[in-house]
């Protein structure tokens, strides 16, 4: 946690706290390997990690539950931005999967409420765009892990932005 | 449209690159037709995260299908399948009329005359089934396929690297009766 004092003319003192914690991380579900596996993760501040690790996979869940009841909804439910998907204690966690069954998670620290919907839609959209970017690179085999630098830039310049 | 030249002629490089750089002992086993396979596996798997990067998600089996025969085979050989058949249980047959990889090929009988040599397989029909399954054709056979089969591997591997990314499993084959007419069969997998 971060903590800025600030002197304000006159007697007060405004002392702000401002935590960063957010976490995005891409999950594939693969035909061949154990299914739902991380194919990327990215926490900032890096302490507590284990505790986005677990976060992250509890909401998996969350996910599949949310596919498969697009079966029986209809057509407002075929948007790829999965929303809000629960809110825990501390944390607020979107997703969003794509057609080729990628999650995306981002966890976000439930004080950071400048963060709204659309800011995470766009977040997201700027993910599955890199993604693909990633996904047509003749040097990436699909289900390993990600390591291009281009995805590593746009993650750290979005998590950068929404701190 | 310069483009479409662009890639037939390199897919026509790659086709000759494969044999010509293949050992004659390979040639017999088909791992040309399955080096190209699992390019067209690869590329198909790229496409189908680009293509779908914005649309809907699909609802089942039968909405995957019609995507592949209507938006991506537009996107990538400027039309759509001709004709769509299924039997509901996992086989669907996606016709082309008019495949543009085959139409610069010669419609002459010279490259099917040879059809009599694999007429035990499927009757009749020209099938590139079996090239899958590895030692199932003998040398002979093998000379005797003709040429038209190397041009759909390519295609064969993009529809299943394709269906493969938008989680459906599947095998497929191709089947070329009168130039340029061709079908792809699928087979779905289940898991």
């Known amino acids: ?66 596919i498969s009841a697009v079966g029986k909804a209809m057509a407002d439910q075929r948007e790829l931005y999965l929303g809000l998907l629960y809110p825990t204690e501390d944390y607020k966690v979107y997703g969003y999967v794509t057609n080729s069954k990628v999650k995306f998670v981002i966890v976000v620290d439930s004080s950071n ?38 995805f590593d830039s746009i993650v750290s310049a979005m998590m950068v932005q929404a701190s | 449209m310069a483009d479409e030249a662009l890639f037939q002629f390199l897919h026509n490089e790659v086709i000759q690159y494969i044999y010509k750089s293949s050992e004659h002992g390979e040639m017999e086993n088909g791992r040309c037709i399955t080096k190209l396979e699992n390019m067209g596996f690869r590329v198909g798997q790229g496409l189908i995260e680009r293509f779908t990067k914005d649309t809907a998600r699909f609802k089942d089996e039968l909405d995957v299908m019609k995507f592949i025969c209507k938006d991506f085979w537009t996107c990538v050989f400027k039309k759509q399948i001709d004709n769509l058949r299924t039997n509901h249980q996992g086989i669907y047959v996606l016709q082309d009329n008019k495949f543009r990889l085959l139409t610069q090929l010669s419609a ?19 099938t590139c089934q079996a090239l899958f399954i590895p030692g199932q054709l003998s040398p002979h056979e093998w000379f005797s396929l003709p040429l038209s089969l190397q041009y759909l591997a390519f295609t064969c591997g993009l529809v299943r690297g394709g269906l493969s990314n938008l989680g459906v499993k599947s095998i497929v084959t191709a089947e070329v009766s009168v130039m340029p007419a061709c079908k792809f069969q699928v087979m779905i997998q289940k898991m």
């Open chain 1, 1 to 66: 946690m971060h903590q800025v004092r600030l002197q304000i003319k006159g007697s007060d003192v405004a002392r702000y706290s401002y935590s960063i914690h957010m976490q995005i991380s891409a999950v594939l579900q693969s035909w061949s390997k154990p299914k739902n596996y991380p194919l990327f993760i990215r926490s900032v501040p890096i302490q507590n990690e284990l505790k986005f690790h677990y976060t992250v996979h509890t909401s998996l869940d969350v996910v599949e539950e949310k």
């Open chain 1, 113 to 150: 409420t400048s963060l709204r919907d659309n800011e995470i839609r766009s977040m997201f959209r700027k993910l599955h765009n890199s993604f693909t970017d990633v996904m047509c690179n003749p040097f990436y085999n699909p289900g390993d892990t990600i390591q291009s630098k281009a």
């Open chain 2, 108 to 126: 002459g009988k010279q490259y099917l005359e040879h059809a009599p040599k694999v007429r035990k397989h499927n009757g009749g029909k020209l």
